[in-house]
């Protein structure tokens, strides 16, 4: 479970808080589709007073068997995750015939919204800090590939669902990758039906998006999009309409940020290129080697946890205050006010549902301005200039190409409905 960037909540009804297990209920800080999820407090046993986040079936969808099924699945994956790159998960438990799964709370923001913080204030995380932070990612997501049960058997685990939301990166400076709801594995019960797609369509890999088979790579080539994104400061695939970014991600051309991006550092474009092959098998095998290369690129920056630990107070320090002193008032021994009387100033965000209206084309970024974030003299990426405007004959050229297609189509669209009706007679 984390704790994210500011938002308002309402109170979240009028029940007193209580007992599932050994854990002590408090505030509601997330209501999802399907679950919903609770800042809780160990009452008993080895780790009491432990500050942890406990994820519970919807009443409503409790006596649902599939969603029974879904919700045993993910514990069955994410229990066996214990890796620093990885949220950690504790237990999976039943009180009185209620499912509960016990997750650590992380203190922190989404890359997405480090992404929309930098924008905010006109800079630009360091070529190094992005091939850092996407680099631990990959060490996470190698870990959960590599993965295997007790009798040594593979898990096959596939995420899925990797993206910006999806990576956190918490004030000291950790990165986690977070929300396996998604994830594929070979022993999970409930089955993608063939043909069906999961995951944010904009980060899809180009075999994903037409249902066929995936495997390891499919990470490898979403994670790859997302750290494209942050390098070159707009969306790659994403457009309005999801059919149109479909097409976009099955056919996976990946401009050449040496020539959007002035200063683009040709030997990330180089690691990305691998990443982002249309074809599985020109892409990096495993995470592990894609990490490897990340690492290798800004191996004398000096770059690591500290470095962007530093950041994240320069962004976000009053989140950080207040963060802090909610789950400290909300979680201690005896609360000042009951759960029903707190108000959840932040937006929190549960691993276990997201939709892709957080990851709209985000607006043009202001002019870059040097602040902790950047190196003395660093040159920082920015936009491409507009297109200049076409000359007279070019833009008569243009119309007229315009004119000829637009009746060449309504022509062909009349010759079909001729045939449609002279067959049905």
């Known amino acids: 479970m984390t704790l994210g960037e500011p938002h308002p909540y309402p109170p979240q009804g009028d029940a007193p808080s209580r007992r599932l297990g050994r854990y002590d209920l408090r505030a509601k800080i997330a209501d999802g589709g399907m679950a919903e999820v609770h800042v809780a407090r160990r009452v008993e046993g080895p ?6 986040a406990i994820k519970t079936i919807r009443e409503e969808f409790a006596r649902n068997q599939d969603f029974v099924t879904m919700f045993i699945d993910e514990a069955k994956i994410v229990s066996r995750l214990k890796h620093p790159n990885v949220i950690r998960y504790h237990e999976l438990g039943t009180d009185d015939g209620q499912l509960y799964l016990v997750m650590e709370l992380l203190f922190g923001q989404s890359l997405w919204s480090l992404w929309e913080a930098c924008r905010a204030r006109g800079v630009r995380l360091r070529y190094a800090m992005i091939a850092w932070i996407g680099a631990r990612a990959a060490d996470g997501l190698h870990y959960a590939h590599e993965l295997a049960d007790e009798n040594g058997v593979p898990l096959e685990i596939i995420h899925r669902d990797v993206n910006a939301t999806n990576i956190f990166v918490t004030y000291d400076g950790a990165v986690k990758v977070i929300d396996f709801g998604l994830a594929k ?11 069906v797609i999961k995951g944010k369509v904009a980060y899809m890999s180009p075999e994903q998006a037409v249902g066929a088979q995936i495997d390891r790579r499919t990470d490898v080539f979403a994670l ?80 690591d946890a500290r470095a962007i630990a530093t950041v994240m107070r320069e962004l976000f320090e009053e989140e950080r205050t207040r963060q802090m002193a909610w789950v400290a008032e909300v979680s201690g021994p005896e609360p000042s006010r009951r759960p ?45 200039p507009p297109r200049p405007p076409l000359a007279a004959p070019a833009r008569s050229r243009a119309r007229a190409g315009a004119v000829i297609a637009v009746a060449i189509g309504t022509a062909l669209t009349i010759a079909i409905l001729i045939a449609a009706v002279l067959t049905y007679r």
């Open 47 to 52: 780790g009491a007073g432990e500050v942890v």
């Open 185 to 195: 594995a070979a022993n999970r019960a409930s089955k993608t039906a063939a043909g």
């Open 224 to 303: 790859g999009t997302t750290l494209w994104e942050l390098a070159c400061d707009r969306r790659l695939f994403k457009r309005p309409d999801d059919v149109d970014t479909l097409r976009r991600v099955h056919a996976a051309e990946v401009p050449d940020p040496t020539r959007l991006v002035d200063g683009f550092p040709p030997e990330l474009w180089s690691v990305l290129r691998r990443a982002l092959a249309r074809d599985p098998d020109q892409r990096y095998r495993t995470s592990a080697e894609f990490a490897r290369d990340l690492d290798a690129i800004f191996r004398s920056s000096g770059t």
């Open 340 to 384: 029903d009387e707190l108000r959840v100033p932040l937006k929190m965000r549960s691993t276990l549902w997201g939709g892709d209206d957080a990851l709209a084309v985000p607006p043009p970024a202001p002019p870059p301005r040097p602040l902790a974030l950047s190196t003395p003299g660093e040159v920082f990426p920015s936009p491409p």
